[in-house]
């Protein structure tokens, strides 16, 4: 944590860079991508139960990665999050003054992915994120909740999860739509429907 908070504190764009790309291809970053976007929320049930579902098109760009807006913010949050309870809390950078550093970092990874492989495959599978893929968490111990293994009840470990699996899906279709526009591996035609206002 202090090492991403350096250099996330620092002037230099390429430093800002290889900290955006060690948090975002962490276990950690796909916890709170889950928390925040895609975790199913009860009271959403009758309006398709996820946030993603409720603004898909502001999740995943045409490219399939989960968009440059929502990367920044959230890692913006974790920089908060992991300053927090440290001392000398003056040296470390409020929102306003970190977010445009961040989002020009970001942005040049975006346009230019070849040169970041790590971070680019990272973005391109988070919006795939699945219930087997993180923890379930135990908000009340604040521990992932437990799993059953031959009869045994144990926490779950980074053994249990499974690796993400991008979806084909034609389109953005709610309820619980799959992201993954356009399909990573064909042509995806769209119907002149989506682009006309329905009366």
Not at 8 to 19: M, P
Request: negative net charge; charged residues 15%; aromatic residues 8%.
């Amino acid at each position: 944590m202090l090492d991403l908070i350096a250099l996330l504190n620092s002037d230099n764009l390429q430093w800002v860079q290889r900290a955006i790309s060690d948090l975002v291809i962490t276990q950690a970053f796909r916890e709170v991508v889950w928390a925040a976007l895609l975790r199913p929320i009860p009271e959403l049930v009758d309006v398709h139960g996820r946030m993603a579902d409720l603004f898909p098109a502001d999740i995943q760009d045409w490219n399939g990665n989960l968009r440059c807006s929502i990367v920044c913010s959230l890692v913006i949050l974790m920089y908060q999050a992991f300053s927090h309870d440290l001392d000398m809390q003056a040296q470390y950078l409020k929102a306003p003054q970190l977010h445009p550093r961040v989002m020009a970092a970001c942005s040049e990874m975006y346009v230019c992915p070849e040169q970041f492989p790590l971070f680019s495959e990272a973005i391109k599978q988070l919006p795939s994120l699945q219930e087997s893929n993180v923890f379930g968490m135990d908000t009340k111990n604040g521990v992932p909740k437990s799993t059953i293994t031959q009869g045994v009840r144990r926490l779950k470990t980074l053994a249990d999860l499974s690796s993400i699996q991008i979806h084909s899906a034609p389109d953005f279709q709610v309820p619980y739509v799959q992201f993954s526009f356009p399909a990573p591996s064909q042509h995806v035609e769209m119907h002149i429907s989506h682009f006309i206002t329905q009366s």
